[in-house]
């Protein structure tokens, strides 16, 4: 069965950074997809991080914009998220998703849009 699994959680000083990585097993994509890191931390609701559509546009959240970079590796089906400057509200379990086809526009941010969602990895940030 086609599934999603992060890894590269784990616990960090603020100020330090981690990279996630999202591998799709036994996944096949679709020529044109969205993909994305969303997250969500304890009594909040699931908000979107960042997300890169096949053709490589981006989007961030305005918390993350100039911290964290989302990029992907196709050969190896691997979604990235690499996290700088991190602190504490950055503490959440991670998640990553997909969806078939383009959005018009930069990739979509919004939980709802996302069809295919991974396990999660934690990342908790504290000194």
């Known amino acids: 069965q086609a599934q999603l699994v992060e890894s590269g959680g784990g616990s960090v000083q603020p100020g330090g950074s981690l990279r996630l990585s999202c591998t799709g097993l036994?996944?096949?994509?679709?020529?044109?997809?969205?993909m994305g890191w969303f997250r969500q931390a304890p009594g909040e609701e699931r908000e979107g991080v960042a997300t890169?559509?096949?053709?490589?546009?981006?989007s961030y959240a305005d918390s993350v914009k100039g911290r964290f970079i989302i990029s992907k590796d196709n050969t190896k089906n691997t979604l990235y998220l690499q996290m700088n400057s991190l602190n504490p509200e950055d503490t959440a379990k991670y998640y990553c998703?997909?969806?078939?086809?383009?959005?018009?526009?930069?990739?979509?941010?919004?939980?709802?849009?996302?069809?295919?969602w991974g396990q999660g990895t934690q990342v908790t940030v504290s000194s």
């Open positions: 036994g996944y096949t994509y679709t020529s044109t997809y969205c």
């Open positions: 890169i559509d096949s053709d490589g546009r981006t």
């Open positions: 998703a997909t969806r078939r086809g383009l959005w018009p526009g930069n990739p979509p941010l919004g939980v709802s849009e996302y069809k295919n």
